[in-house]
């Protein structure tokens, strides 16, 4: 701590003062950072994921689903196998039999009287065989009692789809389609946000130049200010030409500030793309480069770049795609559907044993076939108006290739014409160079005004100025080229 303090007592002696460090970024850096923070990208990452997703729960639908089903139904009245007159029948089986046997032998009773000790003995002799008669059918009766008050069931089943009319295959293809339809979404988005961060690195680059610019003429006119001033106080000059002078150190005092409060602005916009404090205070590689490297024109372009890169051309061929799946899934709507279906089933009471109140059950296996056979066109409307969202969606697409094809030769044409600019604006500097130099020497001779010294530097600000402007433009025009094309990396 001791020695933290005698540094910085030492420093600020001296008049220096300790700032922070800056962060130093490329244009690969910002790049990076930005595809990495942009809460864009992390929307289209997560619509990927969900894509992906998607296309796995279509390929389940090829595999045979396992369900199970449970219940309890509670009735006021059971299941009865016998109706009310049979159980009265088998209730009196005795009886009965014996009144018709005893009216069938009504020609034989005073035989059988006379065998079993007169009428008293046959009236027990037939009382005997009602007796277990009646018990014989109460036994039947209570064998076919089912006792299903309370009734549990379940039952495991198994379906496999056999054919289900192409809509399975074509689902799966759409589910297909979907992961490329947010696979080139991500890449669109990728492309704007790299883009984005590339106009915002330029225009910071082309800002802190001019900065330089603008305080190398504001040094300049200051110069000639103070020149100008000792003139007057010699008599040689005019107080308004000295008015002239200051008039114009305003103008770069002002130019000065506004190129600050510019490169301020455009550096936190810079940081809010790459995910930064926009506080942060950054220092850019290509700021301190006297002159931005200018790439050389595009010269060969093929028609067909842009159509195997161009990421918006691949998402609406996707949607032209998917339109085609989705009719196929509606067409499936007139065709025929076979399911395997097979499964175990248990219920209580048994109904398999005789209604004991014991879970029994069984196996089984069946074949279902649905084929449709009226629905009042309902399929074919659907299928038509498919046809018709597939239709548009060709048509935009032919549309947006005509033009992504001219957008391709009008940013082709803007590289070349700015390259061509970048030439004619080096030309001029150094023109401006030279008669800024020969319009000084000129001043201190005494052979030429502050008025043409004046206009000199102005010619020369013009001449940087637009240099730096052609060669920022020369790298946005490259940047907007590769985005026309689809090839933005």
Not at 229 to 241: L, N
Not at 296 to 313: N, V
Not at 378 to 404: F, H, N, P, Q, S
Request: proline fraction near 2%; charged fraction near 20%; charge should be neutral.
């Amino acid at each position: 701590m001791n020695r933290f303090l005698a540094i910085s007592f030492w420093l600020l002696a001296f008049g220096i003062h300790p700032v922070m460090a800056q962060r130093v970024l490329s244009l690969d850096s910002c790049r990076a950072m930005a595809l990495r923070n942009n809460k864009q990208m992390s929307v289209q990452r997560v619509k990927q994921e969900m894509a992906k997703n998607i296309r796995k729960s279509a390929r389940t639908k090829y595999l045979p689903h396992v369900s199970a089903v449970g219940g309890y139904v509670y009735t006021s009245k059971e299941i009865s196998l016998l109706s009310d007159e049979t159980k009265d029948a088998l209730s009196n089986l005795g009886t009965n039999s014996v009144n018709h046997l005893q009216s069938g032998l009504a020609t034989a009773m005073p035989v059988l009287s006379t065998l079993f000790g007169g009428t008293a003995g046959v009236q027990a002799m037939m009382n005997g065989i009602a007796s277990p008669l009646n018990q014989l059918g109460e036994g039947i009766i209570d064998a076919f009692h089912t006792d299903t008050r309370h009734m549990f069931a379940g039952s495991i089943f198994l379906t496999q789809p056999i054919f289900m009319g192409g809509a399975i295959i074509a689902m799966n293809k759409m589910a297909d389609l979907g992961e490329e339809l947010a696979a080139n979404s991500a890449e669109t988005r990728r492309q704007e946000t790299l883009y984005q961060i590339d106009q915002a690195y330029w225009q910071v680059v082309s800002l802190h130049h001019k900065q330089k610019l603008a305080e190398g003429y504001l040094d300049l006119v200051k110069k000639l200010d103070g020149d100008v001033q000792k003139m007057i106080r010699e008599g040689v000059a005019t107080r308004s030409e000295g008015l002239s002078v200051s008039v114009k150190v305003n103008e770069a005092e002002m130019a000065v500030m506004k190129v600050n409060d510019g490169l301020t602005l455009s550096k936190m916009l810079l940081c809010q793309l790459c995910g930064l404090p926009v506080d942060e205070q950054v220092t850019l590689v290509d700021e301190e480069k006297e002159e931005v490297t200018a790439l050389a024109p595009a010269t060969d372009i093929r028609k067909s770049d842009f159509l195997e890169f161009r990421p918006e051309l691949k998402m609406l061929q996707n949607m032209v795609d998917i339109g085609h799946q989705a009719t196929n899934v509606l067409k499936a709507g007139n065709l025929p559907q076979v399911l395997l279906v097979g499964g175990y089933t248990t219920t209580n009471p048994n109904l398999y044993n005789g209604f004991q109140r014991k879970f029994g059950g069984a196996w089984n296996v069946a074949v279902m076939l649905r084929v449709p056979i009226w629905n009042w066109g309902d399929v074919a409307y659907k299928v038509r108006a498919a046809k018709g969202a597939t239709t548009i969606a060709t048509l935009e697409l032919e549309e947006a290739r005509e033009k992504m094809e001219l957008q391709v030769n009008q940013s082709n044409f803007r590289v070349n014409e700015a390259y061509k600019r970048l030439e004619m604006a080096q030309a001029s500097q150094q023109r401006a160079d030279e008669n800024l130099r020969t319009a000084n020497l000129g001043f201190q001779e005494g052979v030429i005004s502050s008025t043409t010294v004046m206009e000199a530097q102005t010619a020369w600000l013009q001449a940087q100025s637009q240099r730096i402007d052609a060669e920022i433009d020369v790298q946005l025009s490259r940047v907007n080229l590769q985005k026309s094309l689809g090839t933005l990396r």
